[in-house]
Structure formats: C-alpha cells, structure tokens
C-alpha cells in the first residue's frame, strides 16, 4: 500500500521553525551585506546588525565597488527577521567616503562603535585607512570621539574585548605590516596605545575575540576559510590545525567560503558565528549564522548542522549589550 507524505510531529514542526533562516539577512539596496555585527540594545529590546553596505550590483570599474560603502544597519525582535533601517550617519565625512567592518561595544549604558574609514572611492587597495571612534547613546546618533593613533599608516577591522585585568584590547589588521593581526590596549575605551603583533603567521583579516569553553579564541578570515587561534590569557595565541567554513555549505546561499566572522556566545559554552559569503563567486554577498561550540579542545562550525537558532540577550556577554 502507498501512502503519502506524512505531516511533521508538533516537536518536529517546532524544531523546523528555530532552525535558522538561510540567508539570515540579504541587503536590499546594494546586495553585498559583509563584515556582519550582530548586538542587542536593551533600551529598545531589539537585535541590531551593522555591516559593511558593499555596492555590489553596481558596474565600478576595479574594486570601487567595496568602496564609497556606508554602514548598513538592520533590526529584529528575534534576532531571526531582519527589518531594514538604511545606513548609520556618522558626523564629520563627506559623501562618497569608504566605511568598513564596523565593531559595536557596549559600556556603562554606551554604545562605542570603532569602524574603519577611507576618504573617498579607489579602484584598487593602495592608500591610507584608518580606526575611527564614534560613542552613542542609542544606536541611532553617533558622536565622534577621535581617529585612533595605532602607528600604523593603513589600519583596519577592528575587534575589541575586555583583558582579565579590566582594561580593554583592540585587534585589528595592519595592512602597513605585512596584514598581520597587531593590538593596542585602552583603560576606558577612549585612549588607545600600540601594544605590538598578535598573530604573525600569515596575511589575515577581520578579528573577532571571544571566551568559549573555558579558553579564548581568536577567529581571522584567512581567504581560504576561518583561521581560529586559542589563548588562556588573551596574549599567548596558538593556531589550531583545522580552519573554520573552508569549503562550501548547502544550505541557501551559502555554497561558498565563509568569511570575515563575528561571534556571539550564549553563555560558557555555545556561541553564534555571523558571517558573509560569495554565493556563486561573484560580487553578491549575504549574511549567515551557524552554530559555535568547542569539541576536544577545538573550536568546532558545521555550518550544515541543523541547529535550534533563538538568541537570548540573557546569554549574550554584556559589552554586546546582553546580560551575561
């Protein structure tokens, strides 16, 4: 005897609907969503996620196209469905300025947003860049602070996170030194100092910093998949074997590389990882989100596992804007 198909269980169903959407956000202007950040604002209880605004379905010629990019921002109430909310206005630029990776921390009831800025539009990636700092009280308007002195004459992608002794690290790439990882320390988020490299073994981009497991982990876009680095003190880093997203996925959209990653842990053990693809190998790009956990010592990403996708701003670390 045949018979059809048969409905879903009601656990199955409800299963089904927390497994996270693919792709998680596709951006409806420009479609080239990249260096994802995902935080919760506990005064409007929304999920906020800030990214570079590629202009990938323009003709520029070279690669102009990943410059005169602005801030995209969008909003959700899950963390699931994105709304939309144009781009981030940031005082004191001109029309047609470049604005990469921005990284958003929170602190004593402030937003501090550290984002990298280029004056105007190239076709190749000569030129200078530099770490600029905007403080905020609601996500909404921005006030400069400074243009941090890193000594570097093309710094970009900065990451942050508080040291075990209370003050404050920044990783970011420094594309004057060969593209390796270098670091600067602050006591409150404003004055920023060079401390030296961190991670000098190869050309990389795109940090992002984070306790998971009882250790610290680093995770960098190395072009050919997710270099991860492990710490115990957030000073001595040591390169795990197996990189992250290093072939493509099969989930929609995300049949490719994965690149330039933020994490967003829930609690000691589980965390999220946004980041962008190439879908098809063009100019196109979305925004992803799988599962994060340590499994025998190494920080483990597969991305094709199905996995219960609700973040909980209860779990999330409280310089994301959370309550952990």
Same mark, same amino acid.
């Given at each position: 005897?045949?018979?059809?198909? #048969?409905?879903?269980?009601?656990?199955?169903?409800?299963?089904?609907?927390?497994?996270?959407?693919?792709?998680?956000?596709? /951006?409806?202007?420009?479609?080239?969503?990249?260096?994802?950040?995902?935080?919760?604002?506990?005064?409007?209880?929304?999920?906020?996620?800030?990214?570079?605004?590629?202009?990938?379905? #323009?003709?520029?010629?070279?690669?102009?196209?990943?410059?005169?990019?602005?801030?995209?921002?969008?909003?959700?109430?899950?963390?699931?469905?994105?709304?939309?909310?144009?781009?981030?206005?940031?005082?004191?630029?001109?029309?047609?300025?470049?604005?990469?990776?921005?990284?958003?921390?929170?602190?004593?009831? *402030?937003?501090?947003?550290?984002?990298?800025?280029?004056?105007?539009?190239?076709?190749?990636?000569?030129?200078?860049?530099?770490?600029?700092?905007?403080?905020?009280?609601?996500?909404?308007?921005?006030?400069?602070?400074?243009?941090?002195?890193?000594?570097?004459?093309?710094?970009?992608?900065?990451?942050?996170?508080?040291?075990?002794?209370?003050?404050?690290?920044?990783? $970011?790439? /420094?594309?004057?030194?060969?593209?390796?990882?270098?670091?600067?320390?602050?006591?409150?988020? $404003?004055?920023?100092?060079?401390?030296?490299?961190?991670?000098?073994?190869?050309? *990389?981009?795109?940090? #992002?910093?984070?306790?998971?497991?009882?250790?610290?982990?680093?995770?960098?876009?190395?072009?050919?998949?997710?270099?991860?680095?492990?710490?115990?003190?957030?000073?001595?880093?040591?390169?795990?074997?197996?990189?992250?997203?290093? +072939?493509?996925?099969?989930?929609? $959209?995300?049949?490719?590389?994965?690149?330039?990653?933020?994490?967003?842990? *829930?609690?000691?053990?589980?965390?999220?990882?946004?980041? $962008?693809?190439?879908?098809?190998? +063009?100019?196109?790009?979305?925004?992803?989100?799988?599962?994060?956990?340590?499994? /025998?010592?190494?920080?483990?990403?597969?991305?094709?596992?199905?996995?219960?996708?609700?973040? /909980?701003?209860?779990?999330?670390?409280?310089?994301?804007?959370?309550?952990?």
């Amino acid at each position: 005897m045949t018979t059809g198909p #048969t409905s879903p269980t009601p656990q199955a169903a409800a299963a089904e609907d927390h497994r996270a959407p693919a792709p998680l956000f596709a /951006d409806p202007v420009f479609d080239g969503p990249t260096d994802p950040t995902v935080v919760f604002d506990p005064e409007s209880a929304l999920w906020h996620l800030f990214y570079t605004q590629r202009r990938a379905n #323009t003709a520029d010629a070279g690669v102009a196209w990943v410059h005169g990019t602005e801030i995209g921002r969008a909003t959700s109430p899950d963390g699931r469905e994105w709304t939309y909310r144009g781009t981030v206005s940031l005082p004191g630029t001109a029309p047609g300025d470049t604005w990469w990776a921005p990284e958003l921390v929170r602190h004593d009831g *402030q937003w501090h947003m550290y984002v990298t800025y280029l004056e105007g539009v190239r076709e190749d990636w000569t030129g200078p860049a530099e770490i600029r700092h905007y403080t905020s009280a609601d996500l909404e308007d921005w006030i400069f602070r400074s243009t941090l002195d890193l000594d570097s004459a093309r710094a970009i992608d900065a990451t942050v996170h508080e040291l075990p002794n209370g003050k404050w690290r920044m990783w $970011f790439k /420094d594309e004057s030194r060969e593209s390796r990882i270098h670091t600067a320390d602050s006591p409150d988020l $404003f004055s920023w100092t060079p401390t030296g490299p961190a991670v000098t073994g190869q050309a *990389q981009e795109g940090p #992002t910093v984070f306790p998971l497991g009882g250790v610290y982990w680093m995770v960098t876009d190395g072009w050919s998949g997710l270099l991860v680095h492990r710490s115990t003190d957030l000073e001595h880093w040591h390169r795990q074997p197996v990189p992250l997203l290093a +072939g493509p996925g099969r989930r929609a $959209f995300d049949e490719a590389l994965g690149h330039h990653a933020m994490a967003l842990t *829930q609690g000691p053990d589980e965390g999220f990882l946004y980041y $962008f693809t190439h879908p098809g190998g +063009g100019r196109r790009s979305t925004v992803q989100v799988a599962r994060l956990h340590v499994r /025998d010592g190494w920080l483990r990403c597969e991305r094709d596992e199905p996995f219960d996708y609700r973040p /909980d701003p209860a779990k999330a670390p409280a310089l994301r804007g959370g309550g952990a």
